[in-house]
């Protein structure tokens, strides 16, 4: 099909994505490639978690998780107990794709792998690809009535505009979401309410556990002019100076 056919040619931009990539800590990189149809297709090492289970905390589900990997976990839990770290290495992981003309696309909290390396919890972006397939998956989501509003940029939402600047409006609402551990507008009774609310310039509101410089910087984000939101490197460098989030 031709649907089946982009998916190909999706992930063979993935692959390239990676390849031209010289700093790859914060993105998940393929063990190895498998051939499909005269595709390469990327084989990913086992994560220790995804963030979404990382932020269940008390309450963990593991799945599709070996045991060995749990205890690293539950290990590396004891050094790196906060996000911070997270955040960083996952506004890192944007700058490392923006430098190199790659978008981030469907960036959740289920999308970002947590490892373990050398007994701190690293966060790694798995979903992304060369800019022009992820605005061509974006122009299928809509043509499928299959997006996600509540994590897209207004630009993307509008006139399936896709720039580094709406990653970053994206990652922002994650960043929301983990702290908060709320689903993003959910005060809205459907799709058609969020969108209504997101492009007349409606923010989300501060968490009650979030600090306010951390809710400043979310804030940013969200500008309507992508023009005026920082870079994702600019982020990183921003939440590495505060104290707390």
Known sequence: SARGDFAAEYLEGQVVTVEKLRNILNIEAPLGFIRQQGLRQPVFKQPVLVLS?????????????????????????????DMESIFIGISNGLAQLHAIGALAYGLNTGSVFIHEENGRLIAKLSSFSEASLVRQRDRLDFEMGERDVRRLAPETIDSLEHTCKSDVWVMAILF??????????????????????????????????????????????????????????????????????
Do not use: F
């Open 53 to 81: 289970d990382h932020l269940k905390k008390d309450n963990l589900v593991y799945e599709n998780v070996t045991p060995k990997s749990q205890q690293i976990y539950q290990n590396a839990q004891t050094v790196q107990p």
């Open 176 to 245: 929301w979401e983990a702290i908060s551990g709320c689903e993003p507008y959910k005060a809205y009774n459907n799709d058609q309410e969020a969108e209504a609310a997101i492009m007349g310039g409606s923010k989300l509101e501060k968490p009650a556990k979030c600090a306010p410089k951390m809710y400043d910087l979310m804030v940013r984000c969200w500008m309507l002019d992508h023009e005026n939101r920082p870079s994702a490197a600019k982020m990183a460098n921003k939440i590495s100076n505060l104290k707390a989030l």
